[in-house]
């Protein structure tokens, strides 16, 4: 009964490789979000989409691929992995329906990019 | 940009001291978050204060806000060694929450 989850946690890789990260949650939330957490545990928003349709693309390489097949899905498949894109990569939700975008964020455990 | 930032970067006290970390942003906001991150996990939230409001208390946890000096803290009473953890400070910026880059907070027993 996991809130929000990420799958995988951990991913190991080539550089050039093509990836993807796969994130659901199951709390009824209408916005989700992709947040880059880098070395020095800065946070950083990517994507935000609200009911499947893409609301912030923060400046972010265009290798980087966010998909939400259903509000309750959100994906991000990155092209040809670069050494800088090792990071743990957060999803999170929020905003139930009719509340403001700024409320409380729920994170998933995270995903432990590695690019070798 | 980065909106809140915290300080000190790191602070290591004894079990059963008192915890307190700061937080500055810069531009008006609708509320401010704290949230919690233990290592290896995801951000937890602890506490919500609205812009409106100026304290906020939640268990062990105390929240201030002061909006003239665009500043919060964040006390933690009586900690505990699972307090260790990173604190972060989250402000809105629009649609979006921004975060600060942490306090590194290690409780000794």
């Known amino acids: 009964d996991t809130a929000v989850s990420q799958t995988p946690k951990y991913l190991v890789t080539q550089m050039g490789n093509d990836k993807s990260i796969k994130c659901e949650q199951n709390?009824?939330?209408?916005?989700m979000y992709w947040y880059k957490q880098d070395s020095k545990k800065f946070l950083k928003i990517m994507f935000s989409?609200?009911?499947?349709?893409?609301?912030i693309n923060e400046t972010v390489p265009n290798r980087f691929s966010p998909k939400s097949p259903d509000k309750a899905h959100l994906n991000l498949h990155i092209n040809s992995l670069e050494l800088g894109d090792s990071a743990v990569y957060f999803c999170?939700?929020?905003?139930?329906?009719?509340?403001?975008?700024?409320?409380?964020?729920?994170f998933g455990p995270g995903t432990r990019l590695l690019v070798l | 940009s980065q909106q809140g930032e915290e300080d000190p970067q790191a602070l290591s006290i004894q079990e059963g001291e008192n915890a307190t970390m700061n937080c500055s942003y810069k531009?008006?906001?609708?509320?401010l978050q704290w949230y919690r991150q233990n290592s290896g996990r995801g951000l937890v939230h602890l506490i919500l204060i609205r812009s409106n409001e100026r304290e906020k208390h939640s268990g062990r946890l105390r929240v201030t806000l002061d909006t003239s000096k665009k500043s919060s803290s964040l006390l933690i009473t009586a900690s505990r060694a699972a307090d260790t953890a990173s604190y972060f400070c989250?402000?809105?910026?629009?649609?979006?929450?921004?975060f600060g880059a942490g306090t590194i907070l290690r409780v000794k027993s």
């Open positions: 989250a402000t809105d910026d629009g649609n979006k929450l921004v």
């Open positions: 999170a939700s929020s905003r139930l329906p009719g509340t403001p975008a700024w409320e409380t964020q729920y």
């Open positions: 531009t008006s906001i609708n509320n």
């Open positions: 709390l009824g939330h209408d916005t």
């Open positions: 989409y609200n009911n499947k349709e893409l609301i």
